[in-house]
């Protein structure tokens, strides 16, 4: 069975200054679609930390997950959501075992 980390990622700032950060919100297991479906009800659940007043907000859904804008007094911002294969934990051997070590170059590089 397959783990999923489920993600968030939100503009923050302003002006030249304005960035994107991102969060693991938590897991899923299951397949994909299940993960889909929980990454939803996350993001239905979801409060932006900006804009701090929320006049209208809309959550789309995309290939990858969904896109939530969130319209502000003055500014607008934006919310992917995405979910994302765990394919290796340091701390779990069943699940790095299943994957390349990460320090590992492949041939040719």
């Not at 002006?15 to 899923?28: I, M, T, V």
């Not at 979801?46 to 003055?74: A, D, H, I």
Request: with cysteine; hydrophobic share 35%.
């Amino acid at each position: 069975m397959a783990r999923w980390g489920l993600f968030a990622e939100e503009t923050v700032g302003s002006g030249d200054a304005r960035r994107w950060e991102y969060e693991l919100l938590g897991h899923a297991d299951g397949t994909r679609e299940e993960a889909l479906r929980k990454l939803e009800e996350t993001a239905l659940a979801y409060r932006p930390s900006k804009p701090f007043t929320v006049r209208r907000s809309w959550l789309y859904r995309s290939g990858e997950g969904f896109v939530q804008v969130n319209e502000g007094v003055t500014t607008t911002y934006i919310c992917r959501f995405t979910v994302a294969e765990l394919v290796r934990d340091s701390k779990d051997p069943k699940v790095a075992a299943m994957a390349e070590p990460w320090d590992r170059v492949p041939e040719g590089f």
